[in-house]
């Protein structure tokens, strides 16, 4: 039960349909230095020249085709832990990319990606559901399955569990899940159990145009 806010980031549990999701990942090279870190859960973002790093601030989900007025092209999916050998040549495989690795004296870096655009992901809300949908104390969480959502940036990465700050802004009441169709994830299932704790846990997707696979427009 969440009683506390806990943010963990994205959590990769299954793909759309009720398909298995079996742990793949891509890996992407982290050729230049990494001047802030990238943890577990966190969106991750590609550059034009192919650097990843993880963002910052919720994406624009966009009509197709794209242009190129649209949000940002390169999201690629969820950062899933990292590979590197560090200065005395050992090498680690870590939950998080702790920043400057490669100022550090690290090489061969790489970061783990869920890329795959039909994930779901387990994801804690900001605020109680409360009297969300005329219901009390959560019980109206049906109201929830099929709005959309922001991503919530105001807590940070932690070094001690490597997991991500990001969460789900869902607001006081769920008063900012909303039909807008410019927010950046869906709302497809609630964790049971936690429906009425002071902050939910929810199963969502990455709306249409947010993830680089999804989305017509170049990086």
Known sequence: MAAVASSYGLRPI????????AGQVREFKVASNNSAAIFYGDLVKLSTAGLPSSVTSSPVAIQIPATSADATAGIVGVMAGCRYINSIGQTIYGQYLPANVITGGGSEVWIRVVDD???????QGTAALGTFNSGTNGS?????IGKNAALAFGTAGSTLTGNSGMNLTTGTNGNTL????????????MVR???GDLFPEYIVKLNVGVHSYYNSLGI
């Open 117 to 123: 655009p039909d994930a779901l992901f387990q994801v």
């Open 140 to 144: 109206g969480w049906p109201g929830a």
């Open 14 to 21: 299954n793909l759309i349909g009720g398909q298995v999701f």
């Open 193 to 195: 159990g936690t429906e």
């Open 178 to 189: 909303a039909v807008t169709s410019t927010l950046a994830c869906r709302v497809i299932d």
